[in-house]
């Protein structure tokens, strides 16, 4: 039982591991970026925003931004710019650059409450759409914009992923150590000394491979679904995401070459304890 016990451990810390690997390295950032980005609710409001801005800089230049045919221009150049390949490259390229930040405000216990962002410079996107709206001979008309806000995390759901990774924080820094007592556990009370370990390894790689079954034939929603609170609850909102499409499989390769690394030395080691016998007190 200690042993079985001490892989559980084990396994979790591995799990915990990963996750906190996929968020820290932008995987989960940037599944969260394409996610939002393709929430048309989401990029009506960023594009409305970016509209705005640019007519009322063009109203400061003396332009008639209501002139027929310039409004539905504007609104159907500059207003789409939210839904552009160029846009999401764009805000993808700040998640990468806000990736530390991310991580820290994650960690951070005196970070006030409130949504994270990303702050993305619309400036020469927009005047390149003007360029298209004002083919007459005049000159363009440049715009000038402050950068548009994208909410990657609302603060509700922010303030609950903080939690859920001080969880992984925690299962991270503990749990091996916790793993690794309850082997020794096994090897004090243990008659057979010699199989303690081969039978934690083909335990934990076992254990690692029904994880990688699960990441493999359940889809995010189900995963989701099945952590406490569901896609609204602390683990379910932010760190669920980083077993989404984009994470997953890096997730699983990695958790598949572990565990097969613990089942391939677990059998080795089985086969040498064997040899020996077994030492009976």
């Not at 310039?70 to 789409?80: F, P």
């Not at 846009?87 to 970070?111: C, I, N």
């Not at 989404?244 to 565990?259: C, E, M, N, S, Y």
């Amino acid at each position: 039982m200690a042993i079985l016990v001490g892989a559980t451990f084990v396994v979790m810390w591995g799990g915990s591991w990963v996750a906190l690997t996929a968020i820290d390295d932008g995987a989960v950032a940037r599944t969260l970026v394409r996610s939002a980005l393709s929430t048309p609710a989401v990029t009506a409001a960023i594009g409305e925003a970016i509209e705005t801005q640019a007519s009322a800089s063009l109203a400061r230049q003396g332009i008639d931004v209501e002139a027929p045919g310039i409004s539905m221009q504007l609104s159907d150049s500059i207003g789409a710019l939210a839904t552009s390949k160029e846009f999401k490259t764009a805000v993808l390229a700040e998640v990468d650059a806000a990736q530390s930040r991310l991580s820290e405000e994650l960690s951070r216990d005196d970070r006030a409450e409130g949504p994270f962002v990303v702050s993305v410079d619309i400036t020469a996107m927009v005047n390149d759409r003007l360029e298209e709206v004002f083919v007459t001979g005049s000159e363009t008309p440049e715009a000038t914009l402050a950068p548009v806000e994208v909410e990657m995390v609302s603060a509700k759901t922010f303030e609950e992923a903080r939690t859920a990774y001080s969880r992984l924080e925690y299962a991270k820094s503990l749990f091996l150590w916790a793993g690794l007592v309850f082997v020794g556990l096994g090897l004090a009370v243990s008659t057979r000394r010699h199989f303690v370990v081969p039978k934690f390894l083909i335990a934990a790689g076992a254990m690692t491979w029904a994880v990688v079954a699960v990441l493999t034939f359940a889809s995010s929603a189900r995963l989701t679904s099945l952590l406490p609170g569901g896609e609204e609850g602390t683990w379910g909102s932010l760190l669920a995401q980083s077993f989404a499409d984009d994470a997953l499989p890096g997730i699983r390769r990695t958790l598949a070459i572990v565990g097969l690394v613990a089942l391939v030395v677990g059998g080795v080691t089985t086969l040498v304890a064997k040899s020996l016998g077994g030492t009976r007190r």
